[in-house]
């Protein structure tokens, strides 16, 4: 059942999809791959190499598209009031100072109030915010913030871990290096027990 606070954050999610949006002209972004291609000295006249325009469109459309999804809350009816932590949710995002992936992996966290999430959600939620051009920092503040707003927990806690390829694969290049990112809201900002309690099982370091 879902209920009016579920039915406002859905709403609210879709219409910042909406806003964030923009209608694909794909046959265009397939012409302009082939000319990019080509303006880099690649030639497409290679079998292999023919109908890569179209798979590089398809392939960014996808990356660049977040699926909509319903937040589903439901009553702390136990009143359980420890944290909940879902780790290890994969991150696979587009940097938007290079145009180049990145990877990692998210660990979410909260301290429930009157309402408790799917956990799946916590997930799904990553996944949105990731699907666009994106710096790891803002990432890792708009889930927390997200959270925050629609599920009003006690305290929210997101750990992201990733590498870069625009520093392993250019620049730099130094393969293997992590960046490290965390908000916390809430007590978490002022209790060091449950602070440390996230950050310990974030898997940080291990």
């Known amino acids: 059942m879902t209920t009016a606070s579920d039915a406002a954050s859905l709403t609210t999610l879709e219409a910042e999809r909406v806003a964030n949006s923009r209608v694909s002209d794909l046959a265009r972004a397939d012409l302009a791959a082939a000319d990019f291609l080509e303006a880099l000295g690649v030639s497409l006249d290679s079998e292999h190499l023919r109908a890569t325009p179209g798979r590089m469109e398809r392939a960014w459309a996808e990356m660049l598209t977040p699926r909509p999804f319903a937040l589903t809350t439901f009553p702390n009816d136990e009143g359980y009031d420890e944290m909940v932590i879902v780790r290890d949710v994969p991150v696979h995002l587009v940097c938007e100072h290079h145009l180049l992936p990145f990877t990692g992996r998210a660990c979410v966290g909260y301290l429930p109030g009157e309402r408790i999430v799917g956990l799946s959600k916590l997930a799904r939620i990553v996944e949105h915010f990731a ?68 950050l310990a099982l974030s898997g940080i370091g291990s």
């Open 131 to 198: 699907c666009r051009p994106q710096t790891q920092e803002r990432l890792t503040k708009q889930v927390a913030d997200w959270l925050q707003e629609h599920l009003s927990p006690r305290a929210v806690g997101v750990v992201i871990t990733a590498e870069h390829s625009c520093m392993s694969l250019r620049g730099a290049r130094v393969a293997g290096s992590n960046t490290v990112t965390s908000t916390l809201l809430g007590t978490l900002r002022e209790d060091a027990r449950s602070r440390q309690e996230l």
